[in-house]
T-cell receptor, first 113, second 110 residues
Framework: EADIYQTPRYLVIGTGKKITLECSQT?????MYWYQQDPGMELHLIHY???????EKGDLSSESTVSRIRTEHFPLTLESARPSHTSQYLC????????????FGPGTRLLVL | QKEVEQDPGPLSVPEGAIVSLNCTYS??????FMWYRQYSRKGPELLMY????GNKEDGRFTAQVDKSSKYISLFIRDSQPSDSATYLC??????????FGTGTRLTVIP
């Protein structure tokens, strides 16, 4: 079954730790995205990729970095986590084409103490 | 000014009611209009997708786009407790990035 997966689902970690949030999709989509979602706020795009070895920053400035070495995999890394990074992180993917819709993973809830 | 405005609610209705959810936007270049449903502690799932003005119906759900007024709506008929979720509108131009509303939290009371 084609799907989009995120791990871990929940993460509690101390300040200064390096973390990597994993995102994988089995739909063969070229485009992948990372969003940040805080309660009562709209989703904000922080990174996106149009394909392997392509990454761009989104509308919301973020201290995180991403990589796209394989089509199906789009991990997000925080080198040194801070309490301000506490949020929900959502990964999404879409096929090529301007009208293609985005499909979301279940999200990772991150709490930095 | 935000690209997309959406009343965050919360909205509570009795089971069987007709629900109307709305978004307004400012950018006339938006061409694609989507509604996502997000259950608590889950990712958004695509509910309805429309291109340009008009209505689209899918079961109990109807999406309506009025480009002249820059106004989009989602109607839910015969609402069920399982419809309780946050509903997000999302709009895009021909480019790739989606612009989301803040979401409206809906509770359908049995």
């Amino acid at each position: 079954e084609a799907d989009i997966y995120q791990t871990p689902r929940y993460l509690v970690i101390g300040t200064g730790k390096k973390i990597t949030l994993e995102c994988s999709q089995t739909m063969g989509h070229d485009k992948m995205y990372w969003y940040q979602q805080d309660p009562g706020m709209e989703l904000h795009l922080i990174h996106y990729s149009y394909g392997v070895n392509s990454t761009e920053k989104g509308d919301l400035s973020s201290e995180s970095t991403v990589s796209r070495i394989r089509t199906e995999h789009f991990p997000l890394t925080l080198e040194s986590a801070r309490p301000s990074h506490t949020s929900q992180y959502l990964c999404a993917s879409s096929a090529a084409g301007s009208g293609e819709t985005q499909y979301f993973g279940p999200g990772t809830r991150l709490l930095v103490l | 000014q935000k690209e997309v405005e959406q009343d965050p609610g919360p909205l509570s209705v009795p089971e069987g009611a007709i629900v109307s959810l709305n978004c307004t936007y400012s950018n006339s270049a938006f061409q694609y209009f989507m509604w996502y449903r997000q259950y608590s502690r889950k990712g958004p799932e695509l509910l309805m997708y429309t291109y340009s003005s008009g209505n689209k119906e899918d079961g109990r759900f109807t999406a309506q786009v009025d480009k002249s007024s820059k106004y989009i709506s989602l109607f839910i008929r015969d609402s069920q407790p399982s419809d309780s979720a946050t509903y997000l509108c999302a709009l895009k131009t021909g480019a790739n990035n989606l612009f989301f509303g803040t979401g409206t939290r809906l509770t359908v009371i049995p």
